[in-house]
């Protein structure tokens, strides 16, 4: 007889895992309603899966032309469905258990936790709120400025502000859509709205705990208190800055004799810094990136399967993970035994994690890119770009999302929702919680690798 296990059975991850899952199954719900789409307007429950999981897990990647597809209503929908998939399922859960005077316990906690990738349980609850609050602090701030700004463009001030708004939310969940029906192109040669979106960008992928660090550090600062920042924060701005910094440097390099060939300066720069910055997840373009050269596009693959960082609106293997394996490989090539950066040691789990998340983030993309080559006839390039920007969360796209084959679409439906939960939820879906072997040991023996 199968025994069907209790809630108080499942680990955390496999809850978050459900409430994602919960979350989509909603997102299906809504976007199926009459209201949503315009008059005329029909698709199928695979294009309206295939968006639901886009807009939950902020990826941008679409079947159909959002401006031509949904209506006004339909429009404040997919808006609410990319702000819950961007906070975090937690961080919205918490703020209506307090609505509502639970009381969040342990196991409340530990759920929280595990979402946000955090190792104590205590002060998670203010953490919650402190997200919640700097998150729609931002895109309040950003769709006033964007809105404003937008005057100059839309006839009304209603559509101005509406594409104000949805540009804010979207920029900084990292969602990628857009109701412009050509994403950022329109304003290629508007550098104030193109700054904006990378600040709101940034700020989405960066990662909320460095967000709230810098708030306090800007508060302790104003009254003379010392403060010290996380060897987290450290990682990974550096990381985050560094990657940008290269990935700007790269296209400008490999795209100087191409695609830049006959522009100035400025617009080259423009475009190349925008570029790199929305593969930290953004989704959002200036340009057809298809126009692209080869190792331009390689280039941009490596940079979504990156992603963004822990704690984000972003998916990828993540920065840290990224520094770490660049820091694990450096102190091997040194002959150290331990990872050591910014007078701290490393831990041995994380390094542990790092390993894992990255090479098993390879063979999921790496199977799905397989799966992809067999039932599309696209070239590998498109294959391998479009895999990355879903396992990235990122969105950016060769133009060929619409033209996939239902088992396409299903392939890249996976990959989204794997970006999104993360890697090591989803390992954590199969055997609940990390177990604890200490409690034996086998004689250890020596292997030849290399």
Same mark, same amino acid.
């Given at each position: 007889?199968?025994?069907?296990?209790?809630?108080?059975?499942?680990?955390?991850?496999?809850?978050?895992?459900?409430?994602?899952?919960?979350?989509?199954?909603?997102?299906?719900?809504?976007?199926?309603?009459?209201?949503?789409?315009?008059?005329?307007?029909?698709?199928?429950?695979?294009?309206?899966?295939?968006?639901?999981?886009?807009?939950?897990?902020?990826?941008?990647?679409?079947?159909?032309?959002?401006?031509?597809?949904?209506?006004?209503?339909?429009?404040?929908?997919?808006?609410?469905?990319?702000?819950? =998939?961007?906070?975090?399922?937690?961080?919205?859960?918490?703020?209506? @258990?307090?609505?509502?005077?639970?009381?969040?316990?342990?196991? &409340?906690?530990?759920?929280?936790?595990?979402?946000?990738?955090?190792?104590?349980?205590?002060?998670?609850? /203010?953490?919650?709120?402190?997200?919640?609050?700097?998150?729609?602090? %931002? &895109?309040?701030?950003?769709?006033?400025?964007?809105? *404003?700004?937008?005057?100059?463009?839309?006839?009304?001030?209603? &559509? !101005?502000?509406? +594409?104000?708004?949805?540009?804010?939310?979207?920029?900084?969940?990292?969602?990628?859509?857009?109701?412009?029906?050509?994403?950022? %192109?329109?304003?290629? +040669?508007?550098?104030?709205?193109?700054?904006?979106? %990378?600040?709101?960008? *940034?700020?989405?992928?960066? =990662?909320?705990?460095?967000?709230? $660090?810098?708030? /306090?550090?800007?508060?302790?600062?104003?009254?003379?208190?010392?403060?010290?920042?996380?060897?987290?924060?450290?990682?990974?701005?550096?990381?985050?800055?560094?990657?940008?910094?290269?990935?700007?440097?790269?296209?400008?390099?490999?795209?100087? /004799?191409?695609?830049?060939?006959?522009?100035? @300066?400025?617009?080259?720069?423009?475009?190349?810094?925008?570029?790199?910055?929305?593969?930290?997840?953004?989704?959002?373009?200036?340009?057809?990136?298809?126009?692209?050269?080869?190792?331009?596009?390689?280039?941009?693959?490596?940079?979504?399967?990156?992603?963004?960082?822990?704690?984000?609106?972003? =998916?990828?293997?993540?920065?840290?993970?990224?520094?770490?394996?660049?820091?694990?490989?450096?102190?091997?090539?040194?002959?150290?035994?331990?990872?050591?950066?910014?007078?701290?040691?490393?831990? $041995?789990?994380?390094?542990?994690?790092?390993?894992?998340?990255?090479?098993? !983030?390879?063979?999921?993309?790496?199977?799905?890119?397989?799966?992809?080559?067999?039932? $599309?006839?696209?070239?590998?390039?498109?294959?391998?770009? $479009?895999?990355?920007?879903?396992?990235?969360?990122?969105?950016?796209?060769?133009?060929?999302?619409?033209?996939?084959?239902?088992?396409?679409?299903?392939?890249?439906? !996976?990959?989204?929702?794997?970006?999104?939960?993360?890697?090591?939820?989803?390992?954590?879906?199969?055997? =609940?919680?990390?177990? /604890?072997?200490?409690?034996?040991?086998?004689?250890?023996?020596?292997?030849?690798?290399?």
């Amino acid at each position: 007889m199968i025994k069907i296990p209790k809630t108080k059975e499942f680990s955390p991850a496999q809850i978050i895992v459900m409430f994602y899952v919960v979350a989509v199954f909603v997102s299906v719900c809504l976007l199926s309603l009459p209201i949503t789409v315009k008059s005329g307007v029909e698709w199928s429950f695979l294009n309206i899966l295939f968006t639901a999981v886009s807009a939950v897990s902020v990826t941008g990647l679409s079947v159909v032309n959002v401006a031509d597809t949904f209506s006004i209503p339909g429009v404040f929908i997919l808006l609410f469905i990319l702000q819950f =998939g961007g906070i975090g399922i937690m961080t919205l859960g918490t703020f209506f @258990w307090l609505l509502i005077g639970k009381k969040i316990g342990l196991k &409340e906690r530990r759920l929280i936790g595990t979402d946000q990738n955090q190792f104590h349980l205590s002060g998670l609850v /203010n953490l919650m709120k402190q997200i919640l609050v700097l998150i729609l602090l %931002i &895109e309040f701030v950003g769709a006033i400025i964007l809105g *404003t700004y937008f005057l100059n463009y839309f006839p009304t001030w209603q &559509e !101005a502000y509406l +594409q104000g708004l949805f540009a804010s939310v979207s920029a900084t969940t990292n969602a990628g859509f857009d109701i412009t029906g050509n994403s950022l %192109i329109p304003f290629a +040669q508007d550098y104030f709205v193109q700054m904006i979106n %990378i600040i709101l960008l *940034t700020l989405g992928a960066i =990662g909320f705990p460095v967000l709230i $660090e810098v708030k /306090n550090f800007i508060k302790n600062s104003k009254s003379n208190h010392s403060f010290r920042f996380s060897l987290y924060t450290k990682l990974t701005t550096i990381t985050f800055f560094a990657l940008m910094a290269f990935g700007t440097i790269v296209i400008l390099l490999f795209e100087a /004799n191409h695609y830049f060939a006959d522009k100035s @300066w400025h617009e080259s720069f423009f475009y190349a810094l925008f570029q790199s910055s929305t593969t930290r997840n953004g989704g959002l373009a200036t340009m057809d990136v298809s126009l692209f050269t080869y190792p331009t596009l390689l280039v941009l693959c490596f940079l979504m399967f990156i992603g963004a960082s822990p704690s984000s609106v972003g =998916g990828g293997i993540r920065t840290t993970t990224f520094a770490v394996i660049l820091l694990l490989i450096f102190s091997f090539a040194k002959g150290r035994k331990h990872v050591k950066v910014f007078g701290r040691e490393i831990h $041995e789990d994380d390094i542990r994690k790092s390993v894992v998340v990255s090479f098993l !983030a390879f063979i999921i993309c790496f199977i799905g890119i397989v799966i992809l080559s067999v039932t $599309e006839n696209f070239s590998l390039m498109q294959i391998v770009f $479009e895999a990355s920007s879903a396992f990235g969360t990122t969105g950016l796209s060769m133009g060929i999302t619409p033209e996939l084959s239902s088992i396409g679409k299903i392939v890249i439906i !996976a990959l989204m929702f794997i970006g999104r939960i993360g890697i090591l939820s989803f390992i954590f879906i199969f055997h =609940g919680d990390e177990k /604890n072997d200490l409690n034996y040991q086998y004689p250890t023996e020596r292997i030849i690798v290399g």
